[in-house]
């Protein structure tokens, strides 16, 4: 059974920066599309970045500019580099992947194959 686990989570001030990582033993991300999603308290997940199989990404545009997407298909890991984080990016930050999916022309929307557990992530001086 393949299970995502993101780590990297924790505390920061406003205008520091955190670097999650996800790690998916065992499932060759190659041919398929990664994500990473998030849901502050009281609201709707959201599509925070998406890195489809070609590499191409593309970001919310709250996050543009400031966070990166990457990925390690040799490794079975996926990123998410975050700068000058803000307190409205505090919220679980979770990873996904999609079998039926190798592109992010629709990761906001439809459903995800495999998620991870999440993480917290907390901007607050």
């Known amino acids: ?21 996800c790690a998916a033993p065992g499932f060759g991300l190659d041919y398929y599309a990664v994500a990473w999603f998030r849901q502050a308290p009281g609201k709707e997940r959201e599509g925070v970045s998406c890195s489809g199989h ?4 593309t970001y919310a545009d709250s996050v543009k500019g400031r966070f990166t997407i990457a990925r390690d298909n040799a490794q079975n890991r996926i990123y998410l580099q ?15 992947a999609d079998i039926e999916r190798s592109t992010c022309s629709t990761f906001r929307g439809g459903t995800w194959s495999y998620w991870g557990p999440g993480t917290q992530v907390t901007v607050s001086s």
């Open 1 to 21: 059974q393949v299970q995502f686990v993101e780590t990297g989570g924790g505390l920061v001030q406003p205008g520091g920066s955190l670097r999650l990582s």
């Open 54 to 57: 070609d590499f191409r990404s």
């Open 82 to 96: 975050m700068e000058n984080l803000k307190p409205e990016d505090t919220a679980v930050y979770y990873c996904a």
